[in-house]
């Protein structure tokens, strides 16, 4: 499927995806804030008893019980994970990421930000005798804080420097649900894994049978999530599984559409005459009805459910998942120069732009990578700074490698105040950047 849009309507829809993204990260600032006050607040022992309460499904022999925490970081979780894997296939498909030209550059820098915060953070732990399950908590990149910090300079960044930003987060998001698959994981249930293969074989039956309605894919992926969730593979990797199997195409052509647009206007019109009342005439009733379905089968069902789940993340999940995971108890056993900490830390600060800058610009010179025309290597440096801001993922992951909860709170709180200084020290080396005359978009960096 080929896609072509105009400059101008492609730099509305990015912009528009862009700012609901940034507004996200502000409200997911704003929880993460709330969550901190609370943990240290009188309210503190509610605030974990109400985490730590049970809750569940019973339907006859099946009984599904977990803690309110668990089912925001397993069950909600997996529609973040499915609207990632809905964001990585479209920009494989049809966006940033179509091409080898295309994907080349962000992928190489993502590779930057995922290897070298890593290997800061195994040499701390190595030398200091960490722990080293914590080697993937640096390694991610949250889109929506690094964005809402990015949208605080408006235009005085190039566009395209936005744009390479979400296609690094993306790439790094991959990255991120790789790890969690391969390192993250329990001991397998292979009953359960082999029950998943034949949901899984009947998403991709679906697909190859041209079913383009949601509702079937849906249902089978919330079996899916149970099956995956029993056989011992963190449950959100469902959603990133069920993503891949959403057909992109739409059911008819956008001629198709106008031809029957055209027609059924035609015979709500007529019908016009007809009517003794308020009331809509059978004959208009059925044109409606016969728009609306048509209105349904020329969306790509991919891009319909992206789009519906993208502001349920960004105002809902994502700032719940937040204020049950950013409170941390300050106090105790905390310690941010324990070698977990410290890796955390350095891995974000140093070796999220190191990787970033540094592979890049080393790959460039070789010729094997073209960077945006319409980004300096200045900007190159203050997206690095960027990639330092790691909230979501980092934070997930850290619930995945630890299990005491000194450790943990230790690493969240390393997260945060790492997160936090990358982010004004991004804005504040961008905002001492002379202003682009303009954000001209080139081949190379465009979304769609």
Known sequence: ??????????VTAIERFLRQESAGGVLLFGAAAVAMVVANSPWATHYFDALHTEAGVIIGSFHLELSLAHWINDGLMALFFLLIGLEIKRELMVGELSSPAKAAFPAVAALGGMIAPA????AINTAQGGEYRGFGIPMATDIAFALGFLMLLGKRVPMALKVFLVSLAVIDDLGAILIIAVAYSGTLDWSSLGWAGLVIGGLIALNAGGVKKLTPYLALGLVLWYLIFQSGIHATIAGVILALTIPVKQKISSQEFVDTCKLELDVFGSGESQRKNILLT????????????AYESVQNPLVR?????LPISAFFIMPLFALANAGVALGGEIDLIQPTALGVVIGLLIGKPVGIIGLTFLISKLGWITKPASCQWRHIIGAGILGGVGFTMSVFITGLA??????????????????????????YYLFRLPAPSTCSLESTSSRH
Not at 1 to 7: A, D, F, T, Y
Not at 305 to 309: C, D, K, T, V
Not at 403 to 427: C, F, N, P, Q, R
């Open 402 to 427: 630890f299990t005491e909860s000194w450790m943990i709170d230790s690493a969240k709180l390393a997260i945060i105040t790492a997160s936090l200084v990358a982010g004004l020290s991004g804005v």
């Open 1 to 10: 499927m080929r896609l072509s849009i105009s400059n101008s309507k492609f």
């Open 282 to 293: 059978h004959q208009q009733q059925e044109a409606v009805e016969k728009m609306s379905d």
């Open 305 to 309: 459910l992206e789009h519906a789940l």
């Open 119 to 122: 290997l800061i953070y195994l």
